[in-house]
């Protein structure tokens, strides 16, 4: 049975993003995935990555189960609105907090070099625009997806990273949205079995 975590990294509960998790986790579920989530709006930590790896910050217990989720699936799965090119804040911070040396990732003793702590999963990154995706493609470098999928996942030994795009949000009207609710069902049912 694969083992599926869906992170919803929309601030706002109610969000778009929250119905296309929804219908992710439907679809999955439907194919006979265990599928966990963590909606990081509803967790209790301190975004900031204070003293970077200086000083050790201790873990929140929210952030503590968030790692043993990520250890616990074979798929992850993120979902996020891309605001000012990149990532919602919080979610940023969840990862500065979470994917820490000696989980993540280890960095080799006089190398520039580092393990993959994360490697054997793999991901995807469900991300909403508003704007059509070949243009924030083209125009802007899609900076959210390189960050999160070759600075963090890929970094970390996660792979393949696969990317869907949905957009433009933006003025959308309701059939628009029907149809990416239905489609992000679909593909939970094919990456869930």
Known sequence: MKKILVINGHPNLASFNRALADA???GAEKAGAEVKTLTIAELDFNPSLQFGYQ???ELEPDL???QKLILWADHLVWVHPVWWGGLPAVTK???DRVFLPGFAFKYRENSVWWDK???GRTARIITTLDQPSWYYRF???RP???QLKKSVLQFCGIKPVKVTYIGPIRQSKEDFQAKM????TILGEQEGS
Do not use: D, K, T, W
Not at 181 to 184: A, D, M, R, S, V
């Open 55 to 57: 000083q050790r910050m």
């Open 139 to 141: 125009a802007f470098g």
């Open 24 to 26: 992710y986790i439907s």
């Open 64 to 66: 503590v189960n968030a």
């Open 181 to 184: 609710i239905q489609q992000l």
């Open 117 to 119: 702590l994360l490697a």
């Open 93 to 95: 911070g969840f990862i």
């Open 144 to 146: 959210s997806v390189n």
